[in-house]
């Protein structure tokens, strides 16, 4: 029996020793990778690269995920922004609504169509790939993917004002369908009234939908609706409200029961005299990023901005537009944001981006990829760096509308050209004369080739 003990206790030692190998193999050994690939983990990674999703749609139709803004806790800085992620299944339909913030889209992937109560009017547009276009907050709108097998995605900038509902908050108010519609939050007899219609018709009204936000154009009597009148051209749908509004047609019982909703709405919500005029209103326009020639190109890649001397309805949002891509290898130099705070998105290829804190001290060192949101306050130096297997493209919002103003640490035109002297020389215990020599080393400027061996500094053995 002593002996069964013995080679128990002995079993159990072993274990436990091979447990622990494992273990600090677990972690020791990700470090030690990491290390062998130059990654530098900072806790600022978790902090200014923005990874957590929220779901706050998701529907057989499609989804809307989100990273959130709001204040972090330990640290004094705030993100006042969300960025949400909307994808929409072919022929489908993000039902009317409307935020208590600000929204920015930008047609990432697909066409769609936007329609939105502008001015007391109904404005409709079409979007296609790189359109950017605002919706101001209050505004009711929706969208629709109306192309045949091709998947739209919308990514978005969502403002963090005082008056939405909590700091890390933003809210849908939905006109109507599943959540449920803000009309039947009234009471029914009020609502009836309200709406000149009986409470049963009233009940069936706000409970025939219950698929969900995004919704298919097909397949249910309700959609069905929504999708006949907007697949309709301009004329066509004039002569439909035309009919719905003065009931210049006697319409048959089944028509009658298919137009109920969009009559009541357009009633109600829209004023009948108005509603004619208000579907031909002329939309806000919109402007698209990849139409644009860069404000500045060179060998190694090229950048577009968007503010609201080009793009007059960001005015209104308080957002500029942003989108760069870098050659395999090149780099966006150092430089800092002194008007604004930068989100970006990585559309295509991989990278890193570098931010430093006021201290000096490496804040963040990431490899990115598509997908992928990052951050950086305002006034904190950061730069983008492609791989050397790709070029990198990247999207991004800024917190302001006005024309931004980057300052270049380094490069030609840069803030080290602009001090160059004998204070500057003297900020870092070096003579004027080296000085001079490492800040023309670099030809180039904004965006700036990768490390090479033909660097000048490189050739004459280094910064003597």
Not at 234 to 260: C, D, G, M, Y
Not at 291 to 316: C, I, M, V
Not at 408 to 434: C, D, H, T, W
Request: hydrophobic share 35%; aromatic share 10%; proline share 5%.
């Amino acid at each position: 029996m002593g002996n069964i003990r013995i080679l128990l206790l002995l079993v159990l030692v072993l274990f436990s020793a091979l447990v622990t190998s494992v273990g600090g193999y677990g972690y020791e050994g990700r470090k030690r990778e990491r290390e062998e690939e130059g990654e530098q983990k900072t806790q600022g990674e978790f902090f200014f690269l923005l990874r957590h999703l929220h779901e706050v749609v998701k529907t057989d139709a499609g989804t809307m995920r989100l990273v959130k803004g709001g204040y972090r806790r330990g640290s004094f800085l705030h993100s006042p922004m969300h960025i949400g992620f909307i994808s929409m299944e072919p022929n489908s339909l993000f039902i009317p609504q409307y935020l208590d913030s600000d929204l920015v889209l930008f047609v990432h992937h697909g066409e769609a169509r936007v329609g939105h109560i502008c001015r007391d009017e109904l404005a409709e547009r079409k979007l296609k790939h790189g359109d950017v276009y605002t919706i101001p907050a209050g505004s009711a709108f929706y969208l629709e993917n109306r192309v045949e097998n091709q998947r739209l995605r919308i990514i978005c900038s969502i403002d963090i004002t005082s008056e939405s509902m909590g700091w890390n908050a933003f809210q849908s108010f939905f006109v109507g369908g599943c959540p449920a519609s803000i009309l039947a939050g009234f009471d029914h007899t009020t609502l009836s009234t309200a709406l000149n219609v009986s409470t049963s018709e009233l009940s069936t009204f706000l409970t025939r939908q219950t698929s969900g936000p995004i919704v298919h154009l097909s397949g249910s009597h309700h959609t069905n609706i929504w999708s006949k009148f907007l697949a309709q051209e301009p004329h066509q749908r004039l002569a439909h409200l035309k009919r719905i509004v003065n009931f210049e047609e006697e319409a048959s019982p089944k028509e009658e029961e298919s137009t109920w909703s969009l009559r009541k709405i357009l009633f109600t919500l829209l004023n009948r005299e108005d509603t004619v005029k208000r579907v031909n209103h002329k939309a806000p326009s919109t402007y698209n990023l990849y139409n644009r020639k860069p404000d500045f190109k060179n060998d190694y890649g090229w950048s577009k901005k968007l503010d609201e001397s080009d793009y007059s309805p960001l005015k209104q949002s308080g957002n500029g537009v942003y989108l760069v891509n870098l050659s395999p290898g090149s780099l966006m130099a150092p430089h800092v944001n002194p008007t604004a705070i930068e989100y970006g998105i990585v559309l295509k290829g991989t990278g890193r981006v570098q931010i430093v804190y006021p201290n000096g001290t490496l804040a963040m060192n990431a490899r990115v990829q598509e997908g992928d949101v990052f951050w950086v306050p305002r006034y904190f130096p950061f730069c983008q760096i492609a791989s050397m297997n790709g070029s990198f493209e990247f999207f991004g919002f800024t917190t302001s509308a006005r024309r931004n103003h980057p300052q270049f640490l380094v490069g030609k035109n840069s803030l080290m050209q602009s001090l160059r002297g004998p204070e500057f020389a003297a900020a870092f215990g070096i003579g004027e004369k080296r000085l001079k020599r490492i800040a023309n080393a670099q030809r180039e400027q904004v965006i700036l080739p990768s490390s090479s061996s033909d660097s000048p500094l490189r050739m004459n053995g280094g910064f003597y």
